[in-house]
């Protein structure tokens, strides 16, 4: 029997590291890891299915019909991800404390305030009676590997000492409402907001938060907040960025991003449709993404499946391929309540009159510790997030001062005539891009770009759900007193832009604005920077015989139209004249990286001097212009430099913001009139770019490389949530870094190529986002299928495959998942783990 718990975890531990061997750290979890070949006898299954596994541990999985593939992928999954598929079901439910103790109770009262668990139930029962049994018979696959795996779980989990209670068949819509949650942004950039504003003033916010370069400065959204005494709520807004943190910081929630595009045959060298998609996610170990690829005598499909969930998200049949990028939805906003206490505990102020505010009360199981009960509130624009309202210990205790507003989230709940489940498990059951997209108009529950192609057509269909609303932006919270920025109902599906055919032959997203400017339904106002999809543009449009080759080097693509956009600038004659008013050595400083910026050709590689130099520059502007505003707000500081993951006020400022402008941007101005105007900041931080070089780098610039600064690093999940944990695993993990966490390694490029990598402008240089999958569909060739995964297929260190796939990843190494049996044979291993049917079997569906 296993070691378990806490305390032995350590004591094991402790004696294995002192061999300096992580090989008898795999050697003792060996009996954790799934078998590869021999029998099993699984309850519930009809027929007998097979699994054979490829060199980097990707399942085929071969049955006679589909719920006995659902059943076996069940058990597939949780045999490599227990922990990780554990852990999201229990960030996404507010349940994390019985997990991890008293340290995440806050994350677990914000997460049950986002009332996943509700919703998942909701759609669960609007799910067809078919796709019902499938998350049933994956649920039931789940639990039959936990039944007989308690003594052998991996290390992390074995360590909790945690009872993992059964899966449920709505578990599956749980982790995908967790994965939506990732996809809008603006929440956490409505928080930011806040913060900005109470320490800066409502003048300064309207330009730290631009909309587009092409959009106004979003004075008119930020009047609305003008007259109210924000101050009380610095606290609270102070408390949601600590959890919002908290929850990026375990990366199981964080903000996306992604590139996709497709290109009809016309634009291909061998006359088949290609479709290419990456998704940009944290770094980290393991990856969200699971390969997996399952056949029947009637369906084929492969692609990138998330762990707990029964769906192949991006990938492709022998007819049809399909991907997704994130659309930056602002479905979220926030809206501030006038509040006071009453007799029974608190009104509401909406339209001249007090309202009660509902009350509501959740239990949470907290390890170690008896249950904590706490009070939720609501009023008609959503649950209260505010921090201090728990709990009042009698009803007529006077409301703090720092809540005298209530600030109060709004979001779209599932409809009662939801079909989003049903439409997203079908899609891929589907032949043609017209079927298709029918399906993806009608998909509400997650907001993204959805591209497909069959061999002939490619199409493109918004999905998600958006609300109308009354006034405003929804860009910063709103007053909710007087109704002015109320919600009325979701924009009809009618509405969302599609396309089926186009001239120029392709489709492409890359988190862009994705309708022109003044469309009448407000999708978002925090779109990513543009350059990814002008770069994208540019490619595609270079040649007519595109194949799978420039798709692959297209993904791996590191060149920064933004260079180009600066070296613009560069050329302007006030900027030398700035640069000539600098005393030595700052003026020989700004004119050496005026020089080698002008001549840089805008390619982020990891080798790269000019790389370097050009990022340098960037931090040093985003300094330059804006930290002196925020020299006693470093709160305020931090809120900035995190909500610059959409469309920046740096970027803005330095390439579209003029300075000799009537209403220019207030932070062109400084203290000292010399160090006032564009063009002296730009110079100032020409020289700081090449003296903090030399500083990190040396003095000799040919030497410099942008990956010596900027790095990738694979922190394990275990690394992600030790600050949660106990004194003595905290410690255990340290000491586990090597066995637990890979790299660093050199990164070249930021948050404009498409090979992205970016990093926190104004902070560090350590790499946030990276193309966590790679997927691209040849519909040219017999076995069409190719995909890369950033990490491995496991969750366990001790196998093989916990981090296999970097080496790869690294090196532009894709993975081909072949439909035909030659493909099969020769990429796959000749033996197979049998599963063979037990008792109780579920009954057998009929063909989609």
């Not at 067809?128 to 795996?149: F, M, S």
């Not at 170690?368 to 706490?374: A, S």
């Not at 505010?386 to 979001?411: C, D, F, H, W």
């Amino acid at each position: 029997m296993r070691l378990q718990g806490t305390l032995r975890y350590c004591l094991l531990v402790s004696s294995l590291l002192l061999t300096g061997c992580h090989s008898l750290l795999n050697l003792y979890y060996s009996d954790t890891l799934p078998r590869k070949e021999g029998q099993i006898t699984l309850a519930g299954l009809h027929e007998p299915v097979s699994v054979r596994y490829n060199k980097m541990g990707v399942p085929l999985i071969k049955g006679q019909n589909l719920d006995d593939v659902y059943l076996v992928w069940g058990y597939i999954h949780a045999s490599e991800r227990i922990n990780h598929m554990v852990l999201m079901r229990l960030t996404a439910e507010g349940r994390l404390s019985e997990y991890l103790g008293e340290s995440a109770l806050s994350i677990d009262s914000f997460m049950r305030k986002m009332r996943f668990r509700q919703a998942a139930d909701k759609l669960y029962q609007q799910t067809n009676a078919q796709n019902r049994r499938y998350l049933q018979a994956y649920a039931q696959g789940v639990n039959l590997w936990l039944d007989t795996h308690q003594d052998n779980l991996p290390m992390d989990l074995a360590a909790a000492d945690y009872p993992v209670p059964a899966w449920q068949a709505t578990d599956a819509i749980l982790i995908l409402s967790l994965a939506n949650f990732g996809l809008a942004g603006n929440l956490h950039e409505e928080i930011d907001s806040l913060i900005i504003a109470q320490q800066l003033g409502i003048e300064r916010l309207p330009w730290l938060f631009p909309v587009y370069p092409d959009e106004p400065i979003p004075h008119a959204e930020a009047k609305k907040l003008q007259g109210l005494n924000l101050q009380p709520l610095q606290q609270e807004a102070d408390q949601l960025k600590l959890v919002s943190r908290s929850l990026e910081s375990i990366h199981l929630h964080d903000i996306m991003a992604s590139n996709n595009w497709a290109l009809t045959a016309d634009l291909t060298q061998n006359g088949g449709t290609l479709l290419a998609n990456d998704t940009h996610l944290p770094i980290g170990l393991p990856s969200l993404w699971s390969m997996i690829q399952i056949e029947t005598p009637e369906w084929q499909m492969a692609g990138a499946a998330i762990p707990g969930i029964p769906a192949i998200v991006l990938g492709a049949t022998p007819e049809l391929a399909w991907g997704y990028t994130m659309v930056m939805a602002d479905n979220q906003d926030l809206f501030l309540e006038q509040m006071r206490p009453s007799a029974k505990g608190f009104e509401y102020l909406y339209k001249g009159k007090w309202l009660p505010v509902k009350q509501t009360q959740e239990v949470f199981h907290v390890k170690g510790l008896p249950d904590v009960r706490e009070n939720m509130y609501e009023t008609q624009h959503g649950i209260l997030l505010n921090e201090s309202l728990k709990n009042r210990s009698y009803l007529l205790q006077p409301l703090e001062v720092e809540s005298r507003y209530g600030i109060a989230l709004s979001t779209l709940s599932p409809t009662n005539d939801d079909n989003s489940i049903n439409a997203l498990m079908a899609i891929p059951y589907q032949r043609q891009v017209p079927q298709a997209m029918a399906l993806a108009n009608q998909i509400k529950v997650i907001s993204v770009n959805m591209l497909l192609a069959d061999k002939q057509q490619i199409g493109w269909q918004l999905t998600g759900s958006y609300p109308l609303r009354k006034n405003g932006l929804g860009l910063f919270p709103s007053p909710g007193w007087d109704g002015k920025y109320d919600w009325q109902g979701s924009a009809p599906t009618k509405s969302y832009p599609s396309a089926l055919k186009n001239k120029q032959g392709w489709l492409a997203s890359a988190n862009n604005r994705i309708v022109e400017k003044g469309y009448p339904v407000n999708f978002s106002q925090t779109w990513a920077h543009p350059e990814r999809f002008e770069r994208i543009s540019t490619m595609l449009n270079a040649t007519n015989r595109h194949s799978l080759t420039t798709m692959k080097q297209m993904q791996y693509d590191q060149l920064d139209p933004m260079v180009a956009k600066l070296q613009v600038y560069l050329r302007d004659p006030t900027l030398s004249v700035a640069i000539a008013r600098l005393p030595e050595p700052e003026q020989q400083q700004a004119k050496l990286a005026q020089s080698r910026l002008m001549d840089f050709d805008g390619q982020l590689h990891a080798d790269s001097p000019a790389a370097a130099l050009y990022n340098l520059f960037l931090s040093a502007f985003s300094h330059q212009l804006f930290a002196d505003a925020f020299t006693d707000h470093p709160q305020a500081w931090h809120a900035f430099v995190e909500s610059s993951k959409s469309y920046s006020a740096q970027a803005d400022h330095l390439l579209w913001q003029d300075d000799n402008k009537a209403n220019a941007s207030p932070f062109w101005q400084k203290a000292d009139p010399a160090h006032s105007g564009k063009a002296a900041i730009v110079a100032r931080a020409l020289a700081s770019a090449v003296q903090h070089g030399e500083q990190q780098l040396g003095n000799d610039y040919s030497r410099w490389q942008w990956g010596q600064l900027h790095r990738y690093k694979w922190n394990s999940l275990s690394s992600q949530i030790a600050p949660y944990l106990p004194e003595e695993q905290q410690k255990m993990i340290v000491r586990l870094d090597g066995y637990l966490n890979r790299g660093p390694y050199p990164a070249g490029g930021n948050i404009n190529t498409v090979n992205i990598a970016s990093y926190t402008m104004g902070q560090d240089f350590n790499t946030l986002l990276i193309p966590a999958m790679r997927l691209i569909v040849d519909f040219s060739q017999p076995d069409p299928v190719w995909v890369m995964n950033n990490a491995g297929q496991s969750a366990n260190p001790a196998s093989p495959h916990y981090a296999d796939n970097i080496d790869d990843w690294l090196k532009g190494e894709y993975q081909n998942l072949p439909f035909s049996q030659e493909g099969q044979q020769r990429l796959y291993s000749a033996s197979a783990i049998n599963f063979v049917p037990g008792k109780t079997a579920l009954p057998v569906s009929e063909r989609p």
